[in-house]
């Protein structure tokens, strides 16, 4: 489960996550000690303690939101719906677990500390859910993206392994994808894209196909519109690689990719 939140997580979400601990820590106590002076706390408070307050209520409330949050995802089975009411409970239990220790930690009723915290508890969730969406909306386009991309590097696999049973029978290369499917060797998904919706089209070069030769000979790829920005590509040793651009135009002009380069050219009417 862990590994799959990991797979949400990208650079971007460093920096804002030092702005989340910045605001916490900082704007946070501040606008503790600013309530706590307003409602004559009884006791004298510098920044410093109310730091302090800050961060021990937050280190609570991240772990029991946390747990709380892994617990129902557990229980959903990972699924979407799961994720999110994980979220909304969990969200909850932040705040209440916060509540509690800041209570805990001053000289008040539970109804005067509350209330004191009111606004700095308040003000730093909503910094929370501001930047969980600045950084939450784009993470998950990017690993759906990112997902499609295995998906599809997954059946260029498979569609390798077909290619070898298909020489392997009939000791020639196969003449087109589509004779695999016909052949019942793989299946048709197996010749499609995922990333497009009704599946999408590789390119095959008729090639043998050796898994002892590790070079940059390309087999199949993606045909132009597949993917934004790239395409999956199958060499003739097995391996899998995406390619941006830049990348795909330098193996194409490879002189061992010239003849699969002009096919594919033609393919694409280009």
Known sequence: MLAGIRDYFYSIHIPLLLILAVGW???????????LKQRQYPKRLR???CVVIMLLSGFCGVLAAGAVFLLVNALGGGSRVGMAIGAGIGLIALIVVVLLVIYAMLELSFRAAT????????AMIALMVTIGAAGGIPA???RQTDRT??????????????LQRYQQSYAKPAPTLD?????????VESIQCPAVEGGGRYFYLPTRVDPQEQSDRMVVCDMLGNHEDGRDVLFIGGLVRWCDDE????????DANKA?????RRAEGR
């Open 247 to 254: 990348d795909f135009r330098r193996l194409a002009a490879l």
């Open 149 to 162: 991309r295995e998906l599809c590097q997954g059946r260029l696999l498979y569609l390798y392994g077909g």
């Open 47 to 49: 920044l410093g303690n």
């Open 25 to 35: 820590l900082w704007g946070g106590s501040w606008l503790l000690l600013r309530s």
């Open 260 to 264: 699969f380069a002009e096919a594919l």
């Open 179 to 187: 004779e695999l499917v016909e052949r019942n060797i793989i299946s």
């Open 115 to 122: 209330r004191a915290a009111a606004l700095p508890v308040a």
């Open 140 to 142: 998950y386009i990017w």
